[in-house]
């Protein structure tokens, strides 16, 4: 795609990557973008760049628009591969830009390039830098989602350029959220921001919440949030804040989310009396079979209930290893203010519910015990006792929920 002005000399001269499915292991199947942007002032500065895959087609549309020698100025919000390992490529044709990056940034920087032959100049929070007509002030944020981070605010032109903060994983001709709501709808563009924020932001929300009210505090306006993937909001800046503030607070749907996987179906034919159960106590259930399901998305749907059901048939004694993979990578996501219980089924002997209560425990979930677990095929006795399960946890979930309210 050919540069987008954002504001007048201010445009986005990023790249839009159609075809990622797997964003280190995160399943993108809306594909992604790898925003940078270029302000045109008395000093031309480029803020982050893009994957070292797409290079040549940010340096084509800075080319559009400026010779790349111009540049003096060259800000790294972020180190992360797929923003900055095209660095070195951008810095052979402004060899003499000076890098503006955190300490840590800094330190990060190195294990990638040798930075002998490059300026640098380490900034911190609060601190501004004049390029003509317009002043950056830098933010350091600090494990969003990097020890790195930081975002850069264009004062004159109210724009917040917020490297992976209030990003969504789209590939989309639509580089704003207006465009992008009329050719799809706001629900895609909410659902691809929780994916986002449940599948990497998740563990930082107490951060987040900190850097929003510290933006507060400095009385910044904001008329455009243009973060490093996805599309940039213009339209309604403030809505996306508040889902961010909302979504910190852990706030989640009345709703349970039923995530499993199966050996031989007697796992998988405890889920539906269990969902009947649910369903009859007027709480909204979901079924999620793991193997039929990336797991950003099984991640995602947990983000979105109050309640968690796992799944497990029990393999040598302890979990099917889908979901034994699935309940890893949710621990290190460090879910809060959910309550969550476990089924399965076994043959020779039990143990994978015993083992996944103990999962959901190491995470400070609240549990609902004891789980159910029978003896291979699930006997007519044995879906009553599922659907009673149901029925008890959807009541736990609705109490539980109330605390949220």
Same mark, same amino acid.
């Given at each position: ?29 809306? #594909? ?172 930082? #929300? ?125 621990? #290190? ?15 020779? #002997? ?56």
């Amino acid at each position: 795609m050919k540069a987008v002005e954002l504001k007048k000399d201010i445009y986005w001269v990023g790249a839009v990557d159609w075809a990622v499915r797997d964003f280190h292991g995160y399943e993108t199947p809306r #594909g992604t973008s790898y925003n940078n942007y270029l302000i045109i002032d008395s000093e031309v500065t480029l803020i982050d760049t893009v994957k070292y895959d797409f290079a040549e087609t940010s340096i084509k549309n800075i080319k559009a628009l400026v010779d790349p020698a111009r540049i003096k100025h060259v800000v790294v919000n972020h180190i992360e591969n797929d923003h900055v390992t095209s660095l070195d490529k951008i810095m052979e044709l402004c060899p003499d830009a000076t890098i503006y990056i955190t300490e840590k940034g800094r330190k990060g920087l190195e294990r990638f390039f040798d930075l002998s032959a490059w300026k640098l100049k380490i900034v911190k929070s609060g601190e501004t830098l004049n390029i003509g007509k317009r002043t950056l002030l830098f933010l350091e944020t600090p494990m969003l989602h990097w020890p790195d981070s930081m975002m850069t605010y264009v004062k004159e032109d109210k724009i917040l350029i917020s490297q992976d903060g209030f990003g969504q994983h789209i590939a989309s001709s639509a580089r704003f959220d207006d465009e992008y709501i009329a050719s799809n709808s706001e629900a895609e563009l909410e659902d691809a921001i929780k994916d986002y924020y449940a599948n990497i932001l998740m563990p930082f #929300g107490a951060m987040i919440k900190s850097k929003i009210a510290e933006i507060q505090k400095l009385g910044l306006e904001i008329d455009i949030i243009a973060p490093d993937h996805g599309v940039i909001f213009r339209q309604n800046p403030g809505k996306v804040l508040k889902m961010y503030l909302d979504m910190a607070e852990s706030r989640a749907d009345l709703s349970i989310s039923i995530v499993y996987d199966t050996m031989w179906h007697s796992t998988e034919l405890m889920t539906v009396p269990i969902l009947n159960g649910i369903r009859d106590e007027g709480v909204i259930g979901r079924i999620i079979k793991l193997r039929a399901t990336p797991q950003s998305i099984a991640i995602k749907e947990f983000w979105k209930s109050r309640g968690l059901l796992v799944g497990t048939p029990t393999l040598n004694n302890i979990m099917f290893p889908t979901v034994a993979d699935f309940l890893t990578h949710l621990r #290190g996501l460090r879910p809060k203010n959910r309550i969550a219980g476990a089924f399965g089924s076994y043959g020779w #002997g039990g143990g994978a519910v015993k083992e996944a209560y103990e999962t959901l425990q190491k995470m400070g979930l609240q549990t609902f015990e004891p789980g159910i677990e029978i003896l291979y095929k699930p006997s007519a006795e044995d879906e009553k006792k599922c659907y009673d399960f149901g029925v008890a946890f959807a009541q736990k979930v609705k109490e539980y929920h109330k605390n949220f309210e």
